[in-house]
């Protein structure tokens, strides 16, 4: 019988600070959408990079998100961190640049968004967005 247990607060923040990929999950209308996602964590707060599109749409409907990150290394042994919080999308400048610094360090090609992002006629990208969740809740399970 497998056993699975809690994880301690140390090793739930060693986890989401090792790994840069989870799975953002939102809702609108009664309807989740769950969609993977690369991820910066600066200990506080987490950070993702995408383009405008059905999670953004998601999101300001409903700012209430989850992001699950997991590791595993065969089916009995894993370890899986649930965080829940609110997504708010990040629009001054010097909090983007912040924010862009702490997600290129972790992802810096920021694939996939920046492969379906379009370029206006200068060069420029335009319809990237940038959001910060803030964890009301961070809880782990592992097996042992």
């Known amino acids: ?9 140390a ?8 790994e840069k990929f989870g799975h953002l ?33 998601f999101i300001d409907a409903n700012p209430q998100v989850c ?8 089916t009995t042994h894993w370890r899986s961190v649930m965080v829940v919080g609110k997504a708010t999308e990040i629009t001054q400048p010097d909090e983007m640049q912040r924010a862009m610094k702490l ?17 206006d006629s200068l060069g420029r990208a335009v319809d990237i967005a940038l959001y910060c969740i803030t ?3 961070i809880d782990g399970r592992k097996t042992v």
């Open 1 to 9: 019988m497998l056993k699975v247990e809690d994880m301690s607060p």
């Open 11 to 18: 090793e739930m923040h060693a986890l989401l600070q090792r």
């Open 25 to 57: 999950g939102c809702s609108r209308d009664g309807r989740p959408y769950v969609v993977p996602m690369h991820y910066a964590y600066d200990g506080k707060e987490f950070y993702f990079f995408t383009t405008q599109g059905m999670k953004t749409q």
């Open 67 to 74: 992001l699950q990150v997991e590791e595993i290394q065969d």
């Open 103 to 119: 997600i290129t360090e972790n992802n810096p090609s920021l694939t996939p968004a920046i492969s379906a992002t379009q370029l």
């Open 135 to 137: 964890p009301e809740l």
